[in-house]
Structures are given as C-alpha cells and as structure tokens.
Nanobody, 124 residues
C-alpha cells in the first residue's frame, strides 16, 4: 500500500518555474515506478512524466520534453517534478501516481495509487 501527497502547486507567470513534490508512504516505495499526470478542465487526464525505481529511466510527454524533469529520492520517499518555461497550456491539476512495476508506464491504468492532486495555474 502506498499513499501519495503532492505539494508545490500554485500560480506562476508564463515563462516561470515550479517544483512539484510528492511524498510517499510505504516501505516498498523504492520498488515502484512513479508517474506524473495532469488534468485540465474539460479534458482527460494525460501522462506527463515517469521515472523508474532506480531513476535510471525517465520518460516524458512530447509536450513537456526539455522543460520538465522528474527525479526521486528513495531514501526520503520523495518524487519531484521540476517544471520550467511554463506556459498557459500547462495549467492543470497535477497528480503523482505509483505503479508496482519496474518498467516505465505511460498509461494511467498501469498506476494503482494516486495522490489528491495539486493545482498549477500559469498566467499569460
């Protein structure tokens, strides 16, 4: 069982940066692939980024590649999403999720555990 709590969202101007954090509980956190998803109003939840248990593998949606970076600290049970060069299209609720597998997963149905989400709003 893994419980996830996101933080770090807020309001930022276009071109700015935010760093999202996800605190995880559970002894086996280090064995999970971790993902970030987002959902904008009126749109389906979409994949943003994923990081393998070892941090060796990362994968990003094309829309955020080169701007967002995911990292994790297994000793602290933390996952991070550094978001740079934000634009209004990045406005959404961002969710942290955990998948009990070693392979990177981009589909939301691979993830068993989800946080409550944190709002990111980018103003133009």
């Amino acid at each position: 069982q893994v419980q996830l709590v996101e933080s770090g969202g807020g309001l930022v101007q276009a071109g700015g940066s935010l760093r999202l954090s996800c605190a995880a509980s559970g002894r086996t956190f280090s064995s999970y692939t971790m993902g970030w998803f987002r959902q904008a109003p009126g749109k389906e939840r979409e994949f943003v980024a994923a990081i393998s248990w070892s941090s060796f593998h990362t994968y990003y949606a094309d829309s955020v590649k080169g701007r967002f970076t995911s990292s994790r600290d297994n000793a602290k049970n933390m996952v991070y999403l550094q978001m740079n060069s934000l634009n209004p299209e990045d406005t959404a609720v961002y969710y942290c999720a955990a998948a009990q597998q070693q392979n990177i997963a981009t589909h939301m149905y691979a993830y068993s555990y989800w946080g409550q989400g944190t709002q990111v709003t980018v103003s133009s």
